[in-house]
């Protein structure tokens, strides 16, 4: 019985699936951090060993058996790291034939189970990658909070923070997120909020959930936050444009698969977006599945193995 290993690796966690080729998930794991850019050669190879011993299962699953093995890392799109992550789990796992793509693949391959298209990643930050049939890749966006990252949590709560703030100067419109981000803060004043985010050891951290303020002042209809959220929709959809006329003719049509905690209501940024994209033929998905079960795909892919609906019924057991 030939094995199969699905990995989603980024700077908080890597989790991972192991299924056989009827795409029955054998078992399920989740380690530490695995992005070459915030994790260390010996620190990455203690993560995917106790993620290879958590799959094993005691030997209930025994890893000898694995012949492939598809993992979507982040930072794996500079060419040392992934030759680094290849050698780690090559070494790990030597009788497997070893795949090693960036993360945004698995998120990808979530929504269109292998094919060609494009993904929206917007979460804490945003990044638009794609691939065409003929196997081209291209990526637009993702050069982190300072210098991009538009439409994502940060961008958006940011922007709630700014906007509030500019109606307590009086150059802005009046708006609910003010009282809402002292409520949430537990202050009384824009200084006292002010602090709380400064004093912060990571500010970015601290600002990227109050995209979800936002998202609540939109419910209720504010202007403010709808102008926040227009502009966040704007955003993206200029880079799914932007790649689009990249990797795609002018007529070729393809899905877009969206990620990330602003695509959580599903009622407002992907309804939002429609509007920005209606010159491109695009259809845009929310995926069934997690990332994690993308790279499974992944694994199938590479092996010629075609993934059938009931396949897709048992990823949906993937975590």
């Known amino acids: 019985m030939a094995y199969y290993i699905g990995i989603d690796g980024g700077g908080t966690k890597t989790n991972a699936v192991l299924a056989d080729e009827k795409g029955n998930i054998l078992s399920q794991a989740i380690s530490g951090a695995s992005n070459p850019n915030a994790v260390g050669e010996q620190e990455l190879s203690q993560v995917f060993q106790t993620l290879f011993l958590k799959l094993d299962n005691e030997g209930k699953t025994p890893l000898k058996n694995v012949k492939w093995v598809y993992a979507g890392i982040a930072g794996s799109a500079n060419p040392a790291n992934r030759t680094l992550l290849e050698s780690i789990l090559s070494k790990l796992l030597p009788h497997a034939t070893v795949f090693v793509e960036p993360d945004a693949v698995c998120a990808l391959y979530s929504g269109t189970y292998g094919g060609a298209g494009i993904v929206q990643i917007a979460g804490t930050g945003s990044i638009t990658y794609g691939m065409n049939e003929a196997g081209d890749q291209g990526r637009v966006g993702g050069w982190g909070y300072l210098f991009g990252d538009e439409g994502s949590g940060y961008a958006i709560g940011r922007a709630g923070v700014t906007e509030a703030l500019k109606s307590v100067d009086g150059r802005g419109e009046p708006t609910i997120l003010l009282e809402m981000l002292y409520e949430h803060f537990q202050v009384s004043q824009a200084q006292e909020l002010i602090k709380k985010v400064y004093n912060a050891k990571q500010p970015k951290t601290i600002i990227a959930p109050l995209s979800r303020i936002v998202f609540q002042a939109y419910a209720q209809e504010d202007l403010v936050a709808q102008a926040i ?67 499974l795909i992944g694994a199938y892919k590479q092996a010629t193995i075609q993934v059938s609906r009931n396949m897709l019924e048992q990823m949906k057991n993937t975590q």
């Open 229 to 295: 959220l227009q502009q966040a929709a704007k955003d993206i959809a200029s880079q799914i444009m932007a790649l689009y006329r990249t990797l795609f003719t002018g007529d070729e049509k393809t899905k877009v698969v969206l990620c990330g905690g602003v695509f959580q209501e599903k009622a407002v940024m992907p309804f939002l977006l429609k509007d920005y994209l209606e010159n491109i033929p695009i259809t845009l998905v929310q995926p069934e599945f997690p990332p994690v079960a993308g790279s």
